[in-house]
C-alpha cells in the first residue's frame, strides 16, 4: 500500500505583518455617543498611539446611541494599559485588551 506524506506542511508561528506592536482593544460603554467615541480616540492618540482601524464586532456600522462595543487596533512601541472604569475621560465607559501582535 502506498503511503502519502505531505511535505508541505505549513509552519505556525506567532508573528505578525501589521507592522509595529498592534494591539485590539474593546471598548465597551453602553448606547455609546459620537461625542464619546471621539473623546476615546483622541485620548488614545494623545497617549502616543496611532489608531490603526475602528470597528464593530460584525462589522456593522457604528449607531451613535445604540452600539455597546467597539474594537480599536492601537499601535505604537509602548503597551496599552486597559482602563477599568471611566476609561479615556468618559464616564461608564471600559477598556479590555483583546490580543496584542507584536
Known amino acids: 500500500m502506498a503511503t502519502v506524506t505531505n511535505t508541505n506542511q505549513p509552519v505556525i508561528s506567532l508573528n ?4 509595529g506592536r498592534t494591539t485590539i482593544v474593546n471598548v465597551a460603554k453602553t448606547n455609546m455617543t459620537n461625542a464619546e467615541v471621539s473623546t476615546i480616540l483622541t485620548d488614545i492618540a494623545f497617549d502616543g498611539f ?3 482601524g475602528v470597528s464593530t464586532a460584525d462589522g456593522s456600522a457604528f449607531s451613535t446611541g445604540v452600539t455597546d462595543n467597539l474594537q480599536v ?3 505604537g512601541t509602548a503597551t496599552y494599559a486597559a482602563e477599568g472604569s471611566n476609561a479615556h475621560g468618559v464616564s461608564g465607559a471600559v477598556t479590555t485588551v483583546l490580543t496584542i501582535f507584536a
Open 50 to 52: 496611532t489608531i490603526a
Open 73 to 75: 487596533a492601537v499601535q
Open 16 to 19: 505578525q505583518g501589521i507592522g
